[in-house]
């Protein structure tokens, strides 16, 4: 596996959202120097818009615990519509409390 590119492109060039990464198991590096270089990266230019990126275990267990800083309701997933699009609410995509409920009914 080549990881020069990984290694070698702008920071502001990662874009880790690229399906070709995974289709050939070459995601591992980019991830890695993300991890070391910039754990909360911002990727400007992607098909799927701008978007930021947690890399770090710690950083991302704040992420989902702290939904009052780091909400998911309005934003969107990569590569889904969103909930308005679809009709359908994505767990992904909720806060506290209808995200800690999982049995479909967030009414009561």
């Known amino acids: 596996m080549n990881e020069e590119p990984a290694h070698s492109m702008p920071l502001d060039e990662i874009d ?3 399906p070709e990464l995974y289709e050939n198991d070459t995601w591992r590096p980019y991830f890695e120097r993300l991890r070391r270089e ?3 990266h911002y990727c400007a230019n992607s098909a ?4 930021w990126s947690v890399t770090r275990f710690d950083d991302c267990v704040r992420v989902d615990r702290e939904h ?3 909400s998911t309701e309005s934003g969107h997933v990569i590569g889904a519509k969103s909930a ?3 009709g359908i609410d994505m767990f992904i ?4 409390p209808k995200h800690g409920r999982q049995d ?3 009414d009561t």
């Open 16 to 18: 880790v959202s690229n």
């Open 38 to 40: 910039d754990p909360v």
């Open 48 to 51: 799927f818009g701008p978007y």
């Open 68 to 70: 009052d800083l780091f």
């Open 84 to 86: 308005a699009e679809s």
């Open 93 to 96: 995509q909720m806060d506290p």
């Open 104 to 106: 479909g009914d967030a």
